[in-house]
């Protein structure tokens, strides 16, 4: 599918969880999850399948901590290029034609100048080595994710515009506080509506995060700020802790109940995040079926 078109919908759903599925499949817990884009390829390829069967318009690249930096203490990190090339194609393969696939990039896993050691400098090469090789691979559009400073956020979008990246679009994490939602580094969606307000967004948005509740602000406060396209990817509830493995609560029912709400908010793009499963997309299309009807 032409990226353009897809942007032209009311309504975009992307995929669901990737780490979880591979959690749940026996990806041990000190194991990156993007080793088994090279060592289960096909454990990979099936979950994207399942996400294209459930109806989602875009998947996600199995890229988010393939960085050098994440991976330093992993032997990945020597294979960064041939790493992100590989999880592209093997999300076009399954993605065909009538799906497009988006370049997952997280954040560095180490902290920016001044609060943290790495450099600036340091920052844009690191993040530059994993853009550049997800738009070599010919990525229809790149999802900078899960980001806690917009700082990072920033230097992570303009790396990306500066390789050429044509839609990308930034997507943060917010946790609840008496002040209402903010990030790890005390930044409010207000804040992150500032700092990026010059800048030339496809689309901003939320993650992760602390369940429903948080997120349900986190879409009303944006809706104030901007009028951008919003991006959310919500957990599948706040995960608890059973028999040494975490359990997410949120039922596929309970989740297409929440997207549609959001949908009605005026949020475009929806999709999942830690512990959704096709499922929970299939009942998100299903939802988002029903918001365009009405």
Known sequence: MNIEELLNRKHIVFDGATGTEFQRLGLSGGTPPEQWVFDKPEVLKDIHRAYV??????????????NRERLKASELKNSIATLNRRAVEIAREIAGEHVCVAGSVGPLGGIIEPYGEITVADAENIFAEQIASLLEAKVDLLVIETMMWSQEALVAFRTAKRLGAKIVGVTFTFE?????????????????????????????????????????????????????????????????????????????????????????????????????????????CKRIKNVLVH
């Open 53 to 66: 069967q459930a109806g989602a318009d875009v998947i996600e690249t199995c890229t988010f901590g393939a």
């Open 176 to 284: 609840p506080t008496p002040d209402g939602p903010r990030t790890s580094f005390g930044e409010s969606v207000s804040d992150i509506v500032t700092v990026f307000r010059n800048e030339p967004l496809s689309f901003i948005g939320s993650n992760c995060g602390s369940g429903f509740s948080v997120m349900r602000d986190v879409v009303k406060e944006y809706r104030s700020a901007t009028q951008l396209p919003l991006l959310i990817q919500t957990n599948a509830g706040i995960p608890i802790l059973e028999n040494g493995k975490n359990h997410y609560p949120e039922s596929p029912e309970s989740f297409g109940m929440f997207v549609q709400e959001i949908a009605n908010l005026g949020v475009q793009m929806i999709g999942g995040c830690c512990g959704t499963t096709p499922a929970h997309i299939a009942e998100a």
